[in-house]
């Protein structure tokens, strides 16, 4: 019997294992987003542009979100662990948007769901203007909004809903993008709304010019604004009127986006019985945002985002700042599935919590 060629052996793993190999990486470069593909649009364009129309014209849209939650905690030991259930809307929200002939488009947005924006939905079943505003199309390359709208500044929070690769915001933009003022967050890391209505969501009531500039796989965009600085509560400032002044800018090139925002002035805590309601206070802000791959769509992408925020509290509370980022990729094997990893970090320093009750008192101790 012939005894076998190690040799010939060993060279047959080593190309068996080289073709493998191959045909790995191959597979999954044919995964990797291509240079080619038309960049993603900037959400300032999805928000507040229509299609150029000679007639006025109206759509009907929304976003119906039901959920399920039940929470456990453990109090003391001496006492009972507790719970509870509960059926709701995470986003209930009806939309109108359209144009009124080629130069005039218009978008209104409400929210009926119960959730930071609408705290108080459970008990009173109130609704907020999300977005309610029209944008002018009369000067070339330039659009110009007016009205409440989204401010562009992180690009998590300005993703639609239903199109961001998960539920639950970071705790960044909780905090910091939808949150006026950073108070110190709950156990949960996001800072709980008030009746009084420091979340913001992102929106704010001014004025902002934007565009976005395609030319084959690369695209620039930018956005300029300025605003009352007091969120959703349009509330009047006894210090003086707020103002916020915003800026923002992006650059795609095939799958690869790098975005940035600053926002800085004045901003207001929304009035009511309180220690600091009406009293204006100063915040500088920025957000940057680094993509690779289309999350709507490529098999595979990643993103990275950081903010941060330094505000100037109200009374003797001093100055304070906040920090958080995420980093998060996606596997979009089939249209229809995706699995995403998503690790935020967030933190603060000399941040005192603000509190709307009377037996609050001054000069507390700084946030962890």
């Known amino acids: 019997m012939k005894k076998p060629n190690k040799k010939q052996a060993w060279w047959a793993r080593a190309l068996g294992a080289g073709a493998m190999l191959t045909t790995s990486a191959v597979a999954f470069a044919g995964m990797l987003p291509s240079m080619n593909e038309k960049p993603m649009p900037a959400w300032t364009m999805v928000y507040g542009t229509e299609k150029p129309q000679q007639k006025p014209t109206m759509m009907l849209f929304g976003v119906v979100q039901p959920g399920y939650s039940y929470i456990q905690s453990g109090p003391p030991a001496t006492a009972n662990v507790t719970g509870n259930s509960q059926f709701k809307f995470y986003r209930l929200r009806p939309g109108i948007r359209g144009s009124i002939g080629p130069n005039i488009d218009y978008f209104f947005l409400a929210e009926f769901g119960n959730n930071p924006t609408n705290p108080n939905n459970g008990v009173f079943g109130r609704a907020h203007v999300l977005d309610g505003n029209v944008t002018l199309n009369y000067i070339p390359g330039v659009h110009v909004e007016v009205g409440q709208m989204m401010v562009p500044f992180a690009e998590e929070g300005l993703t639609a809903a ?56 690369m695209a620039v965009d930018y956005a300029v604004g300025y605003f009352n600085g007091t969120g959703l509560s349009q509330t009047q400032s006894s210090m003086g009127h707020p103002d916020q002044a915003f800026v923002h800018g992006g650059v795609d090139f095939g799958p690869l986006g790098i975005a940035g925002s600053y926002e800085a002035g004045r901003q207001v805590i929304a009035g009511g019985a309180g220690v600091f309601p009406g009293e204006s206070y100063h915040e500088n802000k920025y957000a940057i945002d680094v993509r690779y791959g289309n999350y709507i769509k490529d098999p595979l992408w990643l993103w990275y985002e950081y903010q941060h925020a330094d505000n100037g509290q109200p009374a003797a509370q001093g100055n304070g700042a906040a920090r958080g980022w995420f980093a998060a990729a996606g596997f979009h094997p089939v249209k229809k599935f995706m699995g995403v990893f998503r690790y935020s970090a967030y933190n603060t320093e000399n941040l005192d919590p603000v509190s709307f009750s009377t037996t609050t008192v001054t000069g507390a101790p700084p946030s962890p």
């Open 162 to 217: 239903g199109v961001l690769p998960w539920i639950n915001y970071s705790p960044a933009t909780y905090n910091i993008d939808f949150n006026d003022f950073a108070a110190t967050p709950a156990p949960n890391a996001i800072a709980g709304p008030t009746p009084n209505g420091l979340f913001n969501a992102g929106r704010e009531m001014g004025v902002m010019a934007f565009n976005q500039f395609v030319h084959g796989s």
